[in-house]
């Protein structure tokens, strides 16, 4: 690096010194992933790559009682992680390490949980979906926030912005890139707006104070000027999505991407003996009081093909929320290998992680209950029609005090059921 890049360099890290975050986030972006995680060893080794000053690491290491490991090449973000850890009683459970996060010398399996948010993009998605894998301990997982079109016609100002800085793709294709790493999506959550302006606000605050004549600090605030602009501009056009990844076994699951709604239409045609199933998933997408963004989950074999196919949607009990899972279809050279119980329960889980409190099923009595299904009419939930039953299924996502009780009463199904 050039004695002039060094000096642009340390000017734009002085525009970023003493802001809460180094990129897009929140803590409630953080639980958020955090809730697609799922259940955690009782001390979590914990790795945060691209760490910055420490927010997420902090919050990770009192949320999951783990052991941090926070990375960073900056050595002035790690020591106010360092004071701001002493400051909370941390200090013993917050590690600070200057490294680079594209070589790490840590062992195969030492980590439960890999965090990276608004870092990835140092080194590549793909190349960290690669380099990180290795990384994680058996059951393991992986998360990691990365910026995307959330267009399909990004304007030619927004493209050439991005084309220049670091190339954007859409979700499905980064979709498409964790899947295709060995990986399934546990969840994905896009960042809302109010992450950014966490992010730009201060910054914008830091820019208005900055003083120019600073060498270096000219061609920083230019930079820093640009990016602010291309937000205010065509901020509707792209924006950070979280990844919750997890080395996948012999079923790679993931949540429907747009690219696949002809494939789940023909593993649905496939499965049953009509084409209703396929016709009435195509229907639920279209009711937007039905469709439930995030619980419509494929399973893919290893050439990629779909397989297998369930679907979450809103239903209610009585009047109140609740959740149906249907149709849930395999491929009919590929029932029995595992596939469908695998989408299964990546659908619930990704249930559970958005909240969902009550799933209900019709279907097979000695299918379901190994996904934890009862007789719905144990919680006192009935059909509005007559079946078996043993056939109407219920699971109660989570347990314990302070959860809300499941409601009672009869099903009310979207429209497309016909029921």
Known sequence: MTDDSNVVRDSFFALHHGLPRQGPGSDDTTRRLLS???ELPERPRILDLGCGPGRSALLLAA???GEVTAVDLHEPFLDELRAAAAAGGLSDR????????GELAYQDGSFDLIWAESSAYNIGFDTALARWQRLLAPGGTLVLT???????TPSLEARAFWDAAYPL???DA???ACTAAGYSVLGAHRQPESDWDAYYGPLAEHVAGADPERPGMAEALADTRAELGMRRAHGAEYGYTGYVLRPAGRWVTR???AADRAAVHAVNAAAFDTPAEADLVDALRRDDAAWLEGLSYVAEAADGTVVAYALITRCTVDGAPAAALAPCAVLPQYQRTGAGSAVVRAALDAARARGERLVLVLGHPEYYPRFGFTPASGYGIRPGFEVPDAAMMALVLGAGDGLPQVPAGTIAYPPAFGV
């Open 36 to 38: 697609f995680v799922g």
């Open 94 to 101: 917050v590690r600070a390490v200057n490294a680079d996060m």
């Open 255 to 257: 949540p429907e991407g």
């Open 63 to 65: 949320e999951t009682g």
């Open 146 to 152: 990365e910026c995307e079109w959330t267009t399909d």
């Open 169 to 171: 793709r859409t979700h």
């Open 174 to 176: 980064n979709l498409r």
